[in-house]
């Protein structure tokens, strides 16, 4: 009976709900995100053009008045003039914070080391001064995950005329 009765325990045992501990998804796909985002700015500052663009999900109008000459349909050309000559700073990222998500969309403050490793800071444009235009060193970048699973970023990287 005593033999009978340790069988029975084991069984019930065995059947009892184990408590799993279950993941939560924010952190892997923030981390994922921040991921694509830094991984976008690293391709487009190796000029790696094409590639940098399967990472972008967000309009190209800007990218088109940059460079009307160029097939608006050709991505890694309207890429290539704005980075190079129409003053996009495709630059490195030094930090990207996750802020807040908002729907689907993860929110990152971002900023960016200028080619000699100081932080970029841009400055008051067009005849201000900084009273009237303060610098700004952060930046605030969206990435979405698509329909197809995929994250991307949706905004450009900053721009000095």
Same mark, same amino acid.
């Given at each position: $009976?005593?033999?009978?009765?340790?069988?029975?325990?084991?069984?019930?045992?065995? &059947?009892?709900?184990?408590?799993? /501990?279950?993941?939560?998804?924010?952190?892997?796909?923030?981390?994922?995100?921040? %991921?694509?985002?830094?991984?976008?700015?690293?391709?487009?500052?190796?000029?790696? #053009?094409?590639?940098?663009?399967?990472? #972008?999900?967000?309009? !190209?109008?800007?990218?088109?008045?940059?460079?009307?000459?160029?097939?608006?349909?050709?991505?890694?050309?309207?890429?290539?003039?704005?980075?190079?000559?129409?003053?996009?700073? &495709?630059? %490195?990222?030094?930090?990207?914070?996750?802020?807040?998500?908002?729907?689907?969309? !993860?929110?990152?403050?971002?900023?960016?080391?200028?080619?000699?490793?100081?932080?970029?800071?841009?400055?008051?444009? &067009?005849?201000?001064?900084?009273?009237? $235009? /303060? /610098?700004?060193?952060?930046?605030? !970048?969206?990435?979405?995950?698509?329909?197809?699973?995929?994250?991307?970023? $949706?905004?450009?990287? /900053? !721009?000095?005329?």
């Amino acid at each position: $009976m005593k033999k009978f009765l340790s069988v029975i325990a084991i069984l019930l045992a065995s &059947c009892a709900s184990q408590a799993t /501990p279950v993941p939560t998804s924010l952190p892997s796909t923030a981390s994922e995100a921040q %991921e694509v985002l830094i991984r976008f700015f690293e391709l487009l500052n190796a000029k790696q #053009y094409a590639e940098a663009d399967l990472l #972008y999900d967000g309009d !190209y109008e800007q990218l088109q008045i940059f460079n009307p000459s160029s097939d608006p349909a050709d991505h890694a050309a309207l890429w290539s003039w704005s980075c190079e000559f129409a003053g996009l700073q &495709c630059l %490195e990222v030094r930090t990207a914070t996750f802020k807040v998500l908002q729907g689907d969309t !993860y929110i990152f403050q971002v900023e960016f080391n200028n080619p000699d490793g100081s932080l970029f800071v841009l400055g008051p444009c &067009c005849g201000a001064d900084e009273t009237e $235009m /303060p /610098p700004v060193s952060q930046f605030e !970048y969206r990435v979405s995950r698509g329909s197809d699973g995929q994250f991307r970023v $949706m905004d450009l990287p /900053p !721009y000095v005329p």
